[in-house]
Every structure is written in C-alpha cells, then in structure tokens.
C-alpha cells in the first residue's frame, strides 16, 4: 500500500501527508475486514488518493467493481478526468493490470435515440407553454439537442456546455420506467444509457452520484454494477440526497399529463375519469393552506382516492405490453403506464402516510403552493410526501449489504461522528456497533427488505485531520456586540458591520447568506457604499461569477447556500468569509420540522438532532471556504451574536475548524488590514517581476 500510494502521489504531483497515509491505511483496513468506516479529512489531506488507491487495489487484486459515489459533477469530474486516468498510468504497472474506470449515471441523464426520432409525448407544462418567447426557446433548444446527437459520443447531458433547461432535455430523454429495454429499441444497440452500463460493468472503479446510489437503493431493478464496497465522497450530503430522491410529487397538472398519456390507448370514458379526478384536485390544492399535514382533510382524501382508483383503472385499461407492438407504440404505452404507476404510488403513499398514530408516522405530507412572479403562477399548487428518515432506508440497502466508507472534510459535528451517522442509521460508537440503529430517532423510516434477524452493523470513524494550521492562518470572528437576527431581514447594524468589514479587508470577501432576500437586500444596500467592485448570485452564471471574482482580488461576491459548497478560490482573492446568521432550517420547513418532532416524540432533542445538526453543518461548509491552499491566511465573520452567548453555541463552534477566536471588531478589523496590506505588496511584487 505504502508503494501504491507514494506512486499515485507522484503521479497527480502532489506531496504525501501524514492524514493522507493514515486515511489510506484504514480505508484498507475496512474493506480487509467489512467495517464501515467513516473518515474525516480536511481540505488538502489528498482524500481522493487515499480511498482511491486501496480501492483500486481489492478490485483489482479480487476482479471485481467498487463504486465511488459523489455529491457534485465538479468532484466527478475530478476523479474522471484528472485523478484515475493518471493512477491508471502510475498504478497499472505495479499491479500488473491495465486499470478500467467509467462514470454512470441514471438513465434520465443521457440522451435516448429513439426518441430524438420520435418525439416525446404530448406534454403540459403549465403557463409557460402558451408564452411565445418561451415556445420559441424551447424550438432552438430541442433543434440544438437534435443537431448535438448528430455527434455526441456520450448523449451525457454534463458534456452540453451550454447546457439547456429541463423543458428541453425533456424531450430527448426518458427514465427507466419509459425506456424500452434494448432488446425492443430500435436503437438498442446505439443506446447512450446502455453503452454507459456496459463500461461499468467491466470497470475496477465506478465513478457514479447520490441520486442513482439512492435509485439502486430504492426501485426493485438493479442500476449499478455488482459491487462489494462502496465509497461515499461529500457523505455530508448523502440524507438530503436520498431523501430528495424518495420524494413523490402530485399536482393536477401532473395528473392532467397522465390523462393525457394514455387517452389514446384506451377508451375514452375511463381516461376522462382520471381527468375528472385532475379537476377536482386542482380546485381543491387551490383553497388549501400551504405548509405540513399533520391531518389528513376528508375532502383531500376523497379526492387523493379518487386519483388513485382512475389510475389504477387507467393501468389495468392499458393492459400488458405485447411484445410484438410497434415500437412507436410500445414507448407511448411504457411512458403512459410509467405515469399511472408512480401516480398511483404516491396517492397510495400521501393516504398511508397519515395512518399511523404522530409518533409513528414514517413520512410527512406537505402542500407548496405556487410561486408568482410578475402577477403569474410558475408552478400550480402541489403536494409532496417525503420520508421523516431515511436511516432505517440506507442500514437495509447500504451497510447491512456492502462495506461503506463514507467520507468528507466535514463529518464530525460538535467534535463527534454521532450526529451524522445517526442520520445514516448507524449505531452509536460507543457499543461497539452492536446496538440495532433503528432505535436511533433520525434513522426511523421504513427499511427496504423485511428480515426476521438484523444484520450487526460495525463502524468506525477517522479524524485524518488538516494540513492547514486554523489558529495561525485564521480567526473566527463573532459580532457578539450586534443584535439578534430578526425576521424581517438585515438590521442596519448588520449593513454597517459588513460594511466595515469589507472595507477592512480592501475587498476580497465572499458573503454567504441565509437567504436569497437577504444577499439581494445587503447587496443593493451596499453597492453604491462600498469602494470595491460587488457581485451578487443571480446576476450572471454562477461558475462566471465565481470566476470573475477569483480574479479580481478586490471584487466581493454575495451568495445564498448553494455557493457554500461550489466556490474553491485559493489566494488573495478571498481572505473573509462573511456569513449572516446561524443557518438553521426555516421553522416551517415541513421535513425539518417532522423528523424534529419525531425525535422529541421518543425523548430525545429535536431541536440539537435536528435544527442545530443542521446548521453545524452549513456553518462547517461555509468556514470551509477560507482556507484553500497552504498559503491562505483569513477570517471567518459570523455576524449572528448567539454563537457566542447561546447554550448551543459550543456545538456549533466545535463543528468548525480550530481557527483563534476574538469577539472584538477591532482586533479583527486590525487583522484585515495587515492581510490586505501584506496581500498587495505581493501582487505588486510579483508584477514587478
């Protein structure tokens, strides 16, 4: 291992670190024994390396496929076409073996051939389809998507740069439930999806995401290869993943488009019950007040019945699939049945969900109503239905099946892997792993396989540690003195703190926002105020203003969550990470909320398990921004003054890095100033030179 590793760092060239050399060792250790390990490893550490090189090697010395699970298309992207293209070169001699990879992902995400030659069925896609302009966007969309399949070799929707919206993309895809299968396709054997399947199945190593990690999990078919260890990279995210993919959704337009699907493959009057049945939806979802379900109104429940009977009856109407249909046929038929099916899933789901008594409920049913813009609705009233946990979902499919080593630069929340691994459904630490997870509150939720034995689930967990020194290149900087965040947005004193901040630092700043409204709000406040360029999300692509940012050492970018995890700006650029307030989950926030109330419900704290996790983790990720590269110096400004004086501010404080620690303005607006100072004799060094 200690040859392998030395050769794949040499060949990415980079430098080995102690973390990076211990990460690898118990990486090793788990898949050697079938212990799940989840390994922390700061930014730098060279975690890629460390679990990507003893994977290499079982599947290589075994014959058989691991698969690498990320978060994000930038990491994939990463390991793809960067980090195991260049161990295939280094590793491939020392292991006697020419080393395969391939990337998968699910089939909605390459192009389908068949139906670039047929079209997609008639779809309703509520006001904006009578909109001219918007008409006119999606034609030049979908005639470049036709050209572009003219020439792909993938049909990977990540290589259309630039990309076009899901509208578009609609038309040239399908999902499983549509596809025809390549023995009946007309273009099975050219089939994008399928080619992708067929290089996994040869790989050592499967580069692949969440979502379909989750996919694999959830439906009754296979998705990724045979496999007997999988590594979670960005683990973080691995609940918010699987539970936005056991999300089911339901509004009137959606039951509309179902109708329509099937009305010519049956007769008239049981496709015209189903469109009855739409109606009465969407008039009901209309007067209905949006936020969680904890009852179930009678009159929503007739109506959910009603959906869920004219489905079943659409189904049985369509009959079985008759192998020698034609095969324009045969996908109308597949895509109207694939409508029906998940229709009549989720009312069955949304009825059972309010069956069991609060305490024991395993999803949580809520009602958005639309979003208006500009006078006019961008999406009609809908109901979701979400599990409360997906714990018991990931012990069944995940642990209790393959050996899993979850990792990322943030795993351990208050100094401690419990919090995450509770979400995961895996058993405290301190019994040995021996203790059944599901008695774990966050990981309540419906398990995938009955089993009359559980299966012991084992773990351990690996601080690899950072090569950053936090106390010497950073402070963490809390505006004790500033009032509590109110509900009505950003109080003047805030405007006039990150005001002065700013200015301390001579630009290079990276505010990150509770919410969108509110980076809008500092934004437009402080534009005209600041005396260095200022650049908010939303006003161009965020990987342009990412870049334009980076490049200009005075330019200052204001952003929402989605920026926590996507800017990586190492240098001058960024030397404070401001962020507003502690970024719980919004009160009413319907999942949130429930799976609080489901740990309360068995003595536990749903505010900490739930609400303070939470934020633990966005503050992590955020802090996380500051210190890219060895020679990062900074401050992280949390602007929100009860991570100082609240009873859960130790919690929070010990989930992020080890930075020195000052409440006093002048103190760090004295530190901005040196770095700004130190900053500029550099850049004009080095353009002297």
């Known amino acids: 291992m200690a040859t392998l590793l030395a050769a794949a760092v040499a060949s990415v060239g980079g430098a080995e670190r102690l973390g990076q050399v211990e990460m690898a060792r118990a990486v090793e250790k788990a898949i050697e024994s079938g212990e799940h390990l989840a390994a922390q490893a700061g930014t730098g550490t060279g975690k890629s390396l460390a679990y990507l090189v003893p994977a290499i090697r079982h599947a290589v010395e075994k014959q058989t496929t691991v698969v690498v699970s990320t978060a994000t298309i930038a990491l994939q992207r990463q390991l793809v076409d960067r980090d195991l293209p260049r161990l295939a070169e280094a590793l491939g001699p020392l292991l006697g073996t020419e080393l395969k990879f391939a990337i998968l992902k699910g089939r909605r995400n390459y192009l389908c051939l068949h139906r670039v030659q047929t079209g997609a069925p008639e779809e309703e896609d509520g006001p904006g389809l009578f909109d001219p302009q918007q008409l006119s966007t999606l034609g030049r969309q979908v005639k470049r998507l036709n050209e572009w399949a003219e020439e792909t070799r993938t049909g990977d929707r990540d290589e259309l740069v630039p990309g076009v919206n899901e509208q578009a993309w609609r038309q040239v895809a399908?999902?499983?439930?549509?596809?025809?299968?390549?023995?009946?396709?007309?273009?099975?054997?050219?089939?994008?999806?399928?080619?992708?399947?067929?290089?996994?199945?040869?790989?050592?190593?499967?580069?692949?995401?969440?979502?379909?990690?989750?996919?694999?999990?959830?439906?009754?078919?296979?998705?990724?290869?045979?496999?007997?260890?999988?590594?979670?990279?960005?683990?973080?995210?691995?609940?918010?993943?699987?539970?936005?993919?056991?999300?089911?959704?339901?509004?009137?337009?959606?039951?509309?488009?179902?109708?329509?699907?099937?009305?010519?493959?049956?007769?008239?009057?049981?496709?015209?019950?189903?469109?009855?049945?739409?109606?009465?939806?969407?008039?009901?979802?209309?007067?209905?007040?949006?936020?969680?379900?904890?009852?179930?109104?009678?009159?929503?429940?007739?109506?959910?019945?009603?959906?869920?009977?004219?489905?079943?009856?659409?189904?049985?109407?369509?009959?079985?699939?008759?192998?020698?249909?034609?095969?324009?046929?045969?996908?109308?038929?597949?895509?109207?049945?694939?409508?029906?099916?998940?229709?009549?899933?989720?009312?069955?789901?949304?009825?059972?969900?309010?069956?069991?008594?609060?305490?024991?409920?395993?999803?949580?049913?809520?009602?958005?109503?639309?979003?208006?813009?500009?006078?006019?609705?961008?999406?009609?009233?809908?109901?979701?239905?979400?599990?409360?946990?997906?714990?018991?979902?990931?012990?069944?499919?995940?642990?209790?099946?393959?050996?899993?080593?979850?990792?990322?630069?943030?795993?351990?929340?208050?100094?401690?892997?419990?919090?995450?691994?509770?979400?995961?459904?895996?058993?405290?630490?301190?019994?040995?792993?021996?203790?059944?997870?599901?008695?774990?509150?966050?990981?309540?939720?419906?398990?995938?396989?009955?089993?009359?034995?559980?299966?012991?689930?084992?773990?351990?967990?690996?601080?690899?540690?950072?090569?950053?020194?936090?106390?010497?290149?950073?402070?963490?900087?809390?505006?004790?003195?500033?009032?509590?965040?109110?509900?009505?947005?950003?109080?003047?004193?805030?405007?006039?703190?990150?005001?002065?901040?700013?200015?301390?630092?001579?630009?290079?700043?990276?505010?990150?926002?509770?919410?969108?409204?509110?980076?809008?709000?500092?934004?437009?406040?402080?534009?005209?105020?600041?005396?260095?360029?200022?650049?908010?999300?939303?006003?161009?692509?965020?990987?342009?203003?990412?870049?334009?940012?980076?490049?200009?050492?005075?330019?200052?970018?204001?952003?929402?969550?989605?920026l926590w995890q996507g800017v990586d700006v190492p240098g001058p650029s960024l030397q404070l990470v401001i962020m507003d307030r502690i970024p719980f989950p919004r009160p009413d926030d319907p999942v949130s909320s429930a799976r609080s109330r489901a740990v309360a419900a068995r003595g536990g704290n749903g505010f900490m398990s739930v609400a303070a996790t939470h934020a633990a983790l966005l503050l992590a990720q955020g802090a996380g921004r500051l210190l890219r590269s060895m020679d990062d110096r900074g401050v992280v400004a949390v602007l929100d003054p009860r991570l100082a004086t609240a009873r859960y501010g130790g919690f929070l404080k010990n989930s992020l890095p080890p930075f020195w620690a000052t409440t006093d303005p002048g103190v760090v607006r004295g530190a901005l100033r040196r770095l700004d100072s130190a900053a500029s004799e550099a850049t004009a060094s080095e353009e002297a030179t």
């Open 174 to 562: 399908v999902t499983a439930q549509e596809c025809l299968g390549a023995q009946r396709c007309p273009q099975g054997t050219e089939c994008f999806a399928e080619l992708a399947r067929a290089e996994a199945g040869e790989a050592h190593i499967v580069v692949t995401n969440h979502a379909l990690l989750a996919i694999d999990a959830l439906e009754e078919f296979q998705v990724l290869p045979e496999h007997d260890v999988v590594i979670v990279d960005e683990a973080h995210e691995l609940v918010d993943r699987v539970t936005s993919v056991a999300t089911g959704d339901l509004s009137a337009a959606g039951v509309e488009t179902a109708a329509r699907r099937c009305g010519r493959l049956m007769e008239e009057a049981v496709a015209d019950r189903l469109k009855e049945s739409a109606e009465g939806l969407g008039v009901l979802l209309e007067d209905l007040p949006q936020g969680r379900m904890d009852v179930l109104p009678s009159a929503l429940g007739n109506t959910l019945a009603a959906v869920r009977d004219a489905a079943h009856a659409c189904v049985t109407a369509i009959g079985p699939e008759k192998k020698d249909s034609d095969p324009g046929d045969m996908a109308a038929r597949k895509a109207a049945r694939s409508s029906l099916e998940e229709l009549h899933e989720t009312t069955v789901r949304m009825l059972e969900a309010f069956q069991p008594e609060m305490a024991q409920r395993f999803d949580v049913v809520w009602l958005e109503q639309p979003f208006v813009q500009d006078g006019r609705p961008k999406r009609p009233p809908t109901l979701h239905v979400a599990p409360i946990g997906v714990g018991a979902l990931l012990r069944s499919t995940l642990f209790e099946r393959r050996t899993a080593i979850l990792t990322s630069a943030t795993l351990t929340l208050g100094g401690s892997f419990e919090p995450l691994a509770r979400q995961w459904g895996l058993p405290p630490l301190d019994e040995g792993g021996s203790r059944d997870a599901k008695t774990a509150a966050e990981g309540l939720g419906r398990t995938a396989t009955q089993k009359g034995e559980e299966t012991q689930v084992v773990w351990s967990g690996l601080d690899a540690g950072s090569p950053f020194d936090h106390p010497k290149a950073g402070i963490l900087y809390v505006a004790r003195h500033l009032p509590q965040p109110g509900r009505d947005g950003l109080a003047d004193a805030y405007l006039t703190e990150i005001t002065e901040l700013i200015e301390a630092a001579g630009g290079r700043t990276l505010g990150l926002f509770s919410s969108m409204r509110a980076a809008r709000r500092a934004a437009d406040e402080l534009k005209d105020h600041l005396s260095h360029p200022l650049l908010c999300q939303g006003e161009d692509s965020t990987s342009l203003l990412v870049k334009q940012f980076a490049e200009d050492e005075r330019t200052c970018l204001f952003g929402t969550l989605s």
